[in-house]
């Protein structure tokens, strides 16, 4: 693994408009504040409440960045 020093991007699978999600690389957010963890993803998986938000026109706003469900190590 890379030092996130390192990389200024990562991977992101990104809704982009109802019903379109496009694979690609995305810049790191900003240095987490001090009451924040910093955790690097190891796997991410979308449930049943992203379905609507993908496909159903239910999205917060657009480009959207899919997945909540995750482990990583902090």
């Known amino acids: 693994?890379?030092?996130?020093n390192a990389r200024k991007t990562m991977k992101a699978l990104v809704l982009v408009a109802d019903g379109v999600l496009d694979y690609r690389e995305v810049p790191f957010p900003p240095k987490p504040g001090?009451?924040?963890i910093l955790v690097r993803?190891?796997?991410a998986g979308l449930c049943g409440s992203d379905i609507p938000r993908a496909f159903g026109g239910r999205a917060?706003?657009?480009p959207l960045i899919m997945g909540?469900?995750?482990s990583g190590t902090v």
């Open 41 to 43: 993803m190891a796997y």
């Open 34 to 36: 001090d009451e924040w």
């Open 60 to 62: 917060y706003h657009y």
């Open 1 to 4: 693994m890379t030092d996130r």
């Open 68 to 70: 909540h469900e995750l």
